[in-house]
């Protein structure tokens, strides 16, 4: 972030702490006047209970905002409350009915408001709290991703020929020295990309102190290293492991291997965190501030107070993770989730319990009628952001499970087709031009009966790494069905979108793949429609496979544009 949208989030902040003040004087001054009723031992139930809430909501927010001896103090006496209230409910007591709370309890809520007065004065927006991590630098990992990978030694001519051969396979190569490491790190932070380190193992040593000492040491923003060498002993790989590097080839290389590796390395690794959290919580300072400090993580982050607003919400805004409070006033959390989960859609949604409930057994109790996980209140906000995203990306891998081709790691056929359609409206809001891409493997039948269904597979994983590499992070690729990928290219002109496949078509096809001893080649081909002539999405994938088959009654290996003369084509 820079220096002024830094100050711009301290100020606000800072804000929502002293609106946080203000309202506590306001809370205990209320409290103060439930004091007096048990005093008079003329407390209802009513009344009891809305001290109870009083209670639960300064115990959860007032870490947050700086306060955390105010904080203790207020669960203290929840805990006491909830008792008195547990007790008035077995003895069938109704709203009006005098309850029995002793009369200590009247002096520690009067003592509350010494608690809040002695506090240290407010010097900075998260109270005690140190700041929150800043946005990381990380890339969506689904497609469209950049790889860059950076060969690194004393002399890198081991390696030129290999960098070479990677650059077919769709990644952005280039070699430093470590013997300028200042230049290479700076480097290295130039690129608005996943970034791999490649060496070979005698040098493993030296790139290792080269990453500790001049790259950034964060976990989640480790390069990793990618080790070529020509032993695979036991002795070879241990060392190499202990070393530290992320994965080890030995020759003869396996090139398609090695390059989903680095695939597969720069997806672990440029994986973007950040999420979309809902937050529920009727506490607006609060949940304000959750907001406030997720956003700056790079979270996306939305908040919901009222909780009949809650399944609109979660349809509107489709999160990866819910944060949720147990109790909110007239509402209990634990049968919002129960209600959530009514929906087949949200079964599979992390629901985490934030909540200042701290009694291991409610907790089991409430994690059993439908939620996930329990964060107690206060949290830090380094600590919310760290497990927000955690639980966001595990969210993210597991819904790829789900979604995800088991082969290629694109979208299934029936999401791919509903991205069609999202991009469709989109189009028809935003008035932009975009284009639907149907993509097939030539011969591939030819394929699997020479070289075998094994090879056959190499091939078509091989396509969805290019495609991955060479489409822009905006760009949606799916796998259709067998050979065939369906491409949505938003924002494009369709003389655009022929020049792009071509080109992928012809990096394509200057690939070797070997069986054995035996080697072969592979072309495509492809059409393109344009997503806006059409009133339907199934209509413009079918206009991009009526293209298709022109491009393969004309001699495959290239691109046909759809044309309304090509209506009804078929082969």
Known sequence: MTNTAVDQLQKRLRLLQERFFERARGDIETLSGFASLIDQQQLPQSELDKCYQLLHRMAGSSGTFGFPELGQAARAIEKQMKSCRESAA????????????????ADELRHLARLLEKAPEMTSAAGAQAGAPAAADSYDGAHGMQVNVMALGHSIDYLADLVKSLAVYGFFCESGSIDRPSDVAARLTELNNASILLCVDSELGDVMDFREQ??????????????????????????????GATAYFCEPLDMLELAERIESLALERGSRPQGRVLIVDDDQELGEHYCLVLKQAGIIARRVSDPADLMSELSAFEPDLVLMDVQLRDYSGVTLARLIRYEPRWLGLPIVYLSSEDNPENQLDALSKGADEFLVKPVTDDYLVRSVRIRCYRARQLSDLMNRDSLTGLLKHSLIKQEVDRELARCRRAGHTSCVVMLDLDHFKRVNDTWGH?????????????????????DV??????????????????????????????????????????????TLSAGVALINDFPVSDQA???????????????????????????????
């Open 214 to 243: 001049y790259l950034p040491k964060a976990e989640h923003r480790r390069f990793p290293v990618v080790c070529v060498g020509h032993e695979d002993s036991f002795e070879t790989l241990y060392r190499v492991a202990e070393q």
């Open 477 to 522: 690729i799916g796998r259709y069905g067998g050979e065939e990928f369906l491409l949505i290219l938003p924002d494009c002109e369709p003389a655009v979108a022929v020049k792009l496949i071509e080109a992928i078509g012809k990096s394509f096809a200057e690939l070797v793949f070997w069986a054995g001893d035996d080697s072969f080649q592979v």
């Open 454 to 474: 094994g090879q056959g597979d190499i091939v078509i994983r091989t396509l969805a790494n290019l495609l991955r590499n060479r489409l822009r992070e905006s």
């Open 90 to 105: 077995d003895s069938g007591a109704s709203a009006h009915d005098v309850v029995s709370v002793s009369v200590e309890l």
């Open 541 to 571: 994938i079918e206009a991009a496979d009526q293209a298709l088959y022109q491009r393969k009654r004309g001699g495959r290996n290239g691109v046909s544009l759809y044309h309304p003369s090509l209506r009804g084509i078929k082969v």
